[in-house]
C-alpha cells in the first residue's frame, strides 16, 4: 500500500491550479491580519513564496515555459526577501515589478495551458478562477509600484492624503478587473489611471475570449 503522501502529491501535480487558487484564497483573507511589522511581513513573504513556487511549477508545466519564467520568479523571490531584511522601499519597487512580471507570465503560461488541446480537465477549470487571482495580484503590484514612484496617484473616501494599503490596492484590481467598479479608490495622476484603463482592458478581453472560448469547449465536450 502507497503513503498517503504519494497521493497528496500526485493530487498536486494534476491540479497545480486549484492548489495555487487556494493559496490566493488564503493569501487574501490573511491580508488584513498582516501589518507592517517585521514578523508579519515574513508570514506574508513566505506565503507569497509558496505562490511564486507554484507559479513557477506552472510556468514550469506549460508549452510556455522559458527561462523567462523561472527568471522572474527566482528574481521577485530574493528582491522581495532582500526588501524585508534592509527594509528599502525602493527596493521593494523593483521586487513587486519582478513579481508582477512573475505573476502576468503565469497567468499566460495557464491559458496556453488551457487551451493545448479541445479536452476541458477539471485543473483547466480552476485554471479560469487561478488566472483571474494572478492577473488581479499583478495589476496590484503594478499600482503599489505607481503609488511609490508617483506619490498621491491614488485617493479614497478615508484618509485621502495617506498612501494606500496593500489591501486597499489589492481591493481595487478586483473590482477594476471583475468589471464590478465597486471601490472607494481612486485613480488621480496620469500614470495610475494608464494602468486602470489597461487593466479594464484585460479584464474584458479576459471575460469575452478566454473564458468563453473555455466554456464553448466545455459544451463542445458534453455534446460528443
Not at 502576468?104 to 487571482?133: I, P, W
Not at 482592458?201 to 466545455?218: D, E, Q, S
Request: charged share 10%.
Amino acid at each position: 500500500m502507497k503513503p498517503f503522501r504519494y497521493y497528496y502529491l500526485l493530487y498536486f501535480k494534476r491540479m497545480p491550479s486549484a492548489w495555487l487558487l487556494l493559496l490566493q484564497l488564503l493569501m487574501l483573507i490573511a491580508t488584513p491580519l498582516l501589518n507592517d511589522s517585521f514578523e508579519q511581513q515574513v508570514v506574508s513573504w513566505l506565503l507569497g513564496s509558496l505562490v511564486l513556487a507554484i507559479v513557477a511549477l506552472v510556468i514550469r508545466n506549460s508549452p510556455l515555459f522559458t527561462s523567462v519564467g523561472v527568471i522572474l520568479v527566482v528574481m521577485a523571490w530574493a528582491l522581495s526577501a532582500w526588501a524585508i531584511l534592509v527594509k528599502d522601499e525602493s527596493l521593494f519597487a523593483v521586487a513587486h515589478i519582478f513579481e508582477a512580471g512573475a505573476y502576468f507570465y503565469g497567468a499566460a503560461g495557464m491559458v496556453v495551458y488551457m487551451f493545448k488541446d479541445d479536452l476541458v480537465s477539471r485543473d483547466e477549470l480552476f485554471s479560469v478562477a487561478a488566472v483571474f487571482t494572478l492577473m488581479v495580484w499583478g495589476f496590484a503590484f503594478l499600482y503599489s509600484v505607481c503609488q511609490q514612484w508617483y506619490p498621491n496617484s491614488f485617493v479614497a473616501l478615508q484618509n485621502p492624503e495617506a498612501p494606500r494599503t496593500w489591501l486597499e490596492l489589492l481591493f481595487l484590481s478586483f473590482a477594476i478587473f471583475s468589471g464590478v467598479g465597486m471601490t472607494d479608490v481612486l485613480p488621480i495622476s496620469a500614470p495610475a489611471r494608464v494602468l486602470t484603463a489597461i487593466q479594464m482592458f484585460a479584464g474584458v478581453m479576459y471575460l469575452t475570449i478566454v473564458v468563453a472560448r473555455l466554456l464553448g469547449m466545455a459544451k463542445s465536450a458534453l455534446h460528443r
